[in-house]
């Protein structure tokens, strides 16, 4: 059998030089393949077993290895059934265990360039690709992440009509894997933590992350030195950076498990707001400010509405509560609310105490309905500015008190004074305008 001579190159470790390895023994019996599996989307069936298959090895000595592969083997099995075609399988092992499902197989014309050259067929590894006979350049592609990939050639493959060719081919790929568990105080932050790998000794702010991933899921790195930042983000306010510096992944796919311990002082802060005795749910605004500013000139720290979880860094604060009503609106302040940034929830309770009533006005023209008439509501004796403003048929809310009452409609216009809103009670009046 023509020997071949295998070239493998890796995008992340240059490896020099090569060695010989005596093939395993050729098993007795050939193996039954499963299913044609290649880019051409082949429907024929694979091969049938044989009563009596003869397999021939390679020689001793016929194969040279470089780079990450350490050994190479190949089996030739007849195939009375296939003349018409060439099979191959290419079967590929680590130390660290099998890497197939990983490994894509790719055959191009011999001495194509993989950048200039599209594969003329492919598969997976472990799998039976059924091509055309002929010489092909045979290429591995393995990738188990962005980082952890590499590609080598298997220069000059023939493969004949009627004949499955099984390489088997060892590698050893300098990958790791790795697995954060950040954690504070005995609870699991991972959900809430993203991993930065860094080349060992990098600057963040010069440098750009080599691939980043959520914690707590096992990641498959390049063996060797690199730096970790991982970042802990609640919110735009609660946001921990935490470096791991020169953190070692392991080689054939050693698992690295890698506890960490985050200082993470945040509490959250639950407002709940009633308007005598009732619950206001989330219509009350909510803006915090450092314990002693002024909010006039200086920027509130947190705006978010009530009944809401929020998480805040640890400290004390001054906390503005403003219900906006279209006609009627309130504020109060609630003064140095401490959080002690242990993740616990500080609860917050205030009741508006603001009385409110409902107006609802209807208009009559010459005894007849009429509707589309303007309403003003004002303050007792005040003709110059309406404290609000609607239309006739629609409900107004108001703080409960005593107003005056306009409606008009087409130049005409008629006066309702000394209209009483009581709290939790609606009030209807009908005003008749003069023809």
């Known amino acids: 059998m023509r020997g071949i001579c295998c070239t493998l190159t890796l995008a992340l470790l240059v490896f020099t030089g090569c060695k010989k390895e005596a093939p395993p023994p050729a098993p007795a019996t050939a193996e039954e393949p499963e299913s044609a599996d290649s880019d051409e989307e082949s429907k024929e069936e694979a091969p049938k077993k044989e009563a009596s298959p003869t397999a021939e090895p390679t020689k001793d000595g016929e194969y040279r290895v470089e ?4 050994k190479v083997a190949a089996e030739w099995f007849p195939k009375e059934e296939a003349k018409d075609k060439a099979w191959l399988r290419t079967k590929v092992e680590s130390d660290a265990g099998a890497v197939d499902g990983k490994v894509r197989i790719k055959l191009y014309k011999p001495g194509a360039d993989l950048e200039e050259s599209k594969p003329l067929h492919s ?11 002929g010489t092909y350049d045979v290429l591995v592609a393995y990738q188990e992440s962005s980082l952890a990939r590499a590609s080598g050639w298997i220069r000059g ?37 993203r991993v930065a790998v860094y080349k060992a000794g990098a600057d963040k702010e010069e440098s750009k992350p ?51 311990t985050l200082v993470l002082a945040f509490s959250r802060v639950k407002v709940k707001v009633t308007n005598l005795g009732e619950d206001l749910g989330g219509k009350v605004r909510l803006r915090f400010y450092k314990a002693g500013a002024d909010p006039e000139s200086d920027k509130e720290v947190l705006g978010s509405w009530s009944g809401r979880s929020l998480p805040l ?10 219900y906006d009503l279209p006609h009627a609106k309130k504020s109060l302040w609630k003064k140095a609310v401490a959080l002690s940034g242990k993740r616990d929830l500080v609860k917050v309770e205030a009741d508006m105490k603001f009385p409110l009533g ?77 023809k």
């Open 67 to 70: 780079a990450v592969v350490t």
């Open 123 to 133: 598969g997976w590894s472990d799998r039976y690709l059924k091509v055309p006979a």
């Open 157 to 193: 493959v023939k493969l004949e009509q009627g004949k499955l060719l099984r390489l088997r081919v060892s590698v050893d790929y300098a990958v790791g894997r790795v697995r954060i568990k950040p954690s504070s105080q005995e609870q699991d932050v991972s959900s809430k933590t």
């Open 210 to 260: 080599l691939i980043t991933f959520w914690a707590g899921r096992e990641t498959v790195l390049p063996a060797g030195k690199v730096d970790l930042l991982l970042t802990y983000e609640e919110s735009s306010l609660v946001r921990v950076e935490h470096w791991l510096r020169g953190v070692e992944v392991p080689a054939k796919r050693a698992l690295l498990k890698k506890p960490v």
């Open 313 to 322: 860094p640890a400290g004390s604060y001054d906390l503005k509560l403003s």
């Open 358 to 434: 409902q107006l609802e006005v209807t208009a009559s023209q010459g005894g007849k309905p009429l509707g589309g008439a303007r309403v003003e509501v004002f303050a007792v004796g005040k003709k110059d500015k309406p404290l609000a403003a609607s239309w006739t048929g629609r409900k107004v809310q108001l703080e409960a008190g005593t107003y005056d009452v306009k409606v008009s409609h087409k130049g005409k216009s008629a006066w309702t004074k000394g209209v009483k809103l009581k709290h939790g009670a609606s009030e209807k009046r009908a005003v008749p305008l003069p």
